[in-house]
């Protein structure tokens, strides 16, 4: 995968031994960015205990005019290499991850999420250990807290 500089990047030497926010998206699908904008919230505030990757198959111009209209320049975006294109399906350009430190899946969601939900977020302090006060809305209950009291 390369960076919106044109860097290249290992997705297991960059992750090696972190939780895994693996986000794949598309600009111009609404769900998608929706979702990546409740992402973005909670990367400020897990960003230094959780790796955040999104990745998307859309040109370093184009995903960088993206972030700056959108406000979301911190967001760690990077650009599917060729390589990974051809392992990733369109239709897979639209689905999210969460990793163990051991690579292994925890969570994989496939339709629009308010990752800045309350039970998102409480999830989130429980796994990495942190006590985090958030006071958010969603649209959508994340899969992994459909057992949860609202």
């Not at 399906?89 to 430190?101: F, N």
């Not at 800045?116 to 977020?121: D, P």
């Amino acid at each position: 995968m390369l960076d919106l500089q044109g860097q290249t990047y290992n997705l297991q030497t960059l992750c090696k031994g972190k939780y895994v926010f693996l986000k794949f998206f598309s600009t111009y699908y609404e769900p998608s960015l929706r979702e990546l904008r409740s992402v973005n919230r909670i990367y400020r505030d897990f960003g230094e205990h959780i790796q955040f990757v999104c990745l998307s198959d859309e040109s370093p111009d184009k995903l960088k005019k993206f972030l700056e209209s959108s406000g979301m320049e911190e967001l760690p975006v990077y650009q599917l290499s060729d390589e990974l294109k051809l392992h990733v399906d369109s239709y897979e350009m639209d689905v999210t991850y969460l990793l163990t430190p051991e690579s292994e899946i925890l969570v994989t969601e496939t339709e629009y999420v308010d990752w800045s939900h309350k039970c998102a977020v409480n999830y989130f302090d429980k796994l990495v250990g942190m006590d985090v006060t958030h006071s958010r809305t969603s649209e959508k209950i994340p899969t992994l807290c459909a057992n949860e009291d609202m």
